[in-house]
């Protein structure tokens, strides 16, 4: 298997225009989430999903902020406008079954700047 | 709701030495208990966790955990560290719920 795939790597935007981050899970895992990393805040859990389904999305830091699971093997996070303080590296991991005692397989990031 | 607390940002040690990474959580429920790493450049790996019984976790590459209850602690150990255990650890609480909770991270470097 590939792992979690996250595309893309790196984006460098200009301050306002719209970000679309995407992820693809492991398949068989019906668990994703989103993490946001910065220096400033550590790892956040942003939202996360299982069956295609947001569970809890308490983590989104404002409206801003959208995230999407249209099918099993694909997810999108936006930012629509973005601005230079959501400057960070965005992580997508999956997982499979309930049980929070199943690793998280992580992917590698994308790392994002806002000028 | 849940946090986790990692008492030391950065750590700097000499090859050999033994380390001890410190973890915190606080949480109600039950709680599942984590430590990932992330090597430099890379994506977060698990290097253990834990969940219930023998409460001192072995895990890949020599860590150790051990969950102390009383404590609500679950630090990370290693004997003798070498210069490529050099990295980002994370202690992380996930929820019976599935939500999971990362600590702030500790930065070990170790110097050759």
């Known amino acids: 298997d590939a792992g979690v795939i996250q595309s893309p790597r790196h984006e460098v935007t200009e301050m306002g225009q719209e970000v679309t981050l995407r992820c693809k899970p492991i398949s068989g895992h019906d668990y994703l989430f989103w993490y946001r990393q910065t220096m400033m805040r550590g790892l956040e859990l942003l939202i996360y999903?299982?069956?295609?389904?947001?569970?809890?999305d308490s983590g989104m830091p404002e409206d801003r902020f959208s995230a999407k699971m249209p099918n099993a093997s694909f997810s999108t996070l936006k930012i629509q406008p973005s601005e230079p303080r959501d400057s960070a590296v965005y992580f997508c991991?999956?997982?499979?079954?309930?049980?929070?005692?199943?690793?998280?397989?992580f992917g590698p990031g994308t790392r994002l700047t806002v000028l | 709701a849940q946090s986790v607390s990692q008492h030391n940002h950065h750590v700097i040690l000499s090859e050999a030495a033994s380390l001890e990474l410190g973890c915190n959580y606080s949480?109600?429920?039950?709680?599942?208990l984590f430590w990932y790493v992330q090597y430099p450049g890379q994506h977060l790996q698990l290097l253990l966790k834990y969940f219930s019984g023998d409460p001192l976790v072995k895990g890949i590459k020599g860590f150790e955990a051990e969950f102390i209850k009383s404590k609500f602690s679950f630090n990370l150990r290693k004997p003798s560290v070498q210069w490529s255990d050099t990295a980002e650890y994370f202690c992380?609480?996930?929820?019976?719920?599935?939500?999971?909770?990362f600590g702030d991270g500790t930065t070990l470097t170790v110097k050759p």
């Open positions: 992380a609480v996930i929820t019976n719920a599935g939500k999971s909770t």
């Open positions: 991991a999956s997982r499979r079954g309930q049980s929070s005692y199943n690793e998280q397989f």
């Open positions: 949480y109600g429920g039950t709680v599942n």
């Open positions: 999903f299982n069956n295609n389904v947001p569970i809890d």
